[in-house]
């Protein structure tokens, strides 16, 4: 099992504060991905990384900022958080198995903006 | 035109039965296609992953992808209510695209016992 731990699970945050979540991989994943999840959008992208200080907009980042330096963390930051922020956060690692390069998500983060 | 579509479902199969899944995509150059499922309130897990065309088998899953039609499909045999989730199906255009999945919105599928 892919070592990927999201924290916090869970936050509640008001309007208009920053707030940062954290991703950390223990098995040195070059590939980092921090996507959102909404009913009736599914899974989005919001920033990737493919190494150390290299990361790259998805399809819905604006309003969203991300760091990776270090290989095993992937912060993502809501420099001000909205309303319409709210929703599930997923951070996912890519395999490195020419076999499998399918993604390992982890637990998620559940954020309320109030 | 989404990137990838499926039907949300929900499709309800009897116990035993087989669950058909359908997914297709506008990009022809996708290279890469998965299948992911996912329990209410979980993450999403792999189940199976295919990159060329014809038919891939892992227990009672089946992929089949057919590049020219752009289409993949999952078929679960032998349905159990376990297998009652979301279904996401994903596509990658490879290294060009920094290997990022867009995801379909996914088909709810409910076994009944």
């Known amino acids: 099992d892919a070592g990927i731990t999201q924290s916090p699970r869970h936050k509640v945050t008001e309007t208009g504060t920053p707030v940062t979540l954290r991703c950390h991989q223990t098995?040195?994943?070059?590939?980092m991905y921090w996507y959102r999840q909404d009913p009736g959008h599914g899974l989005r992208l919001i920033h990737y990384?493919?190494?150390?200080?290299?990361?790259d907009k998805g399809e819905v980042s604006d309003g969203y900022s991300v760091s990776r330096s270090k290989t095993e963390d992937f912060l993502l930051t809501l420099e001000s958080a909205t309303s319409s922020q709210t929703s599930v956060y997923f951070c996912?690692?890519?395999?490195?198995?020419?076999?499998?390069?399918?993604?390992?998500f982890g637990s998620g983060t559940r954020l309320t903006v109030v | 035109q989404k990137e990838v579509e499926q039907n949300s479902g929900p499709l309800s199969v009897p116990e035993g039965a087989i669950a058909s899944l359908n997914c297709t995509y506008s990009?022809?150059?996708?290279?890469?296609f998965f299948w992911y499922r996912q329990y209410s309130g979980k993450s999403p897990e792999l189940i199976m992953s295919?990159?060329?065309?014809g038919d891939k088998e892992d227990g009672r899953f089946t992929a089949q992808l057919n590049k020219a039609s752009q289409y993949v499909s999952l078929l679960i045999r032998d349905s159990q209510p376990s297998d009652s989730a979301t279904y996401l199906c994903?596509?990658?255009?490879?290294?060009?695209?920094?290997?990022?999945?867009?995801f379909g919105g996914g088909t709810r599928v409910l076994v009944k016992p």
């Open positions: 996912a690692i890519r395999g490195q198995l020419s076999s499998n390069y399918g993604y390992t």
């Open positions: 098995e040195n994943h070059r590939y």
């Open positions: 990384s493919y190494g150390v200080k290299d990361t």
């Open positions: 990009d022809r150059v996708s290279q890469s």
């Open positions: 295919i990159y060329s065309n």
């Open positions: 994903a596509v990658s255009t490879g290294k060009a695209a920094g290997n990022k999945l867009t």
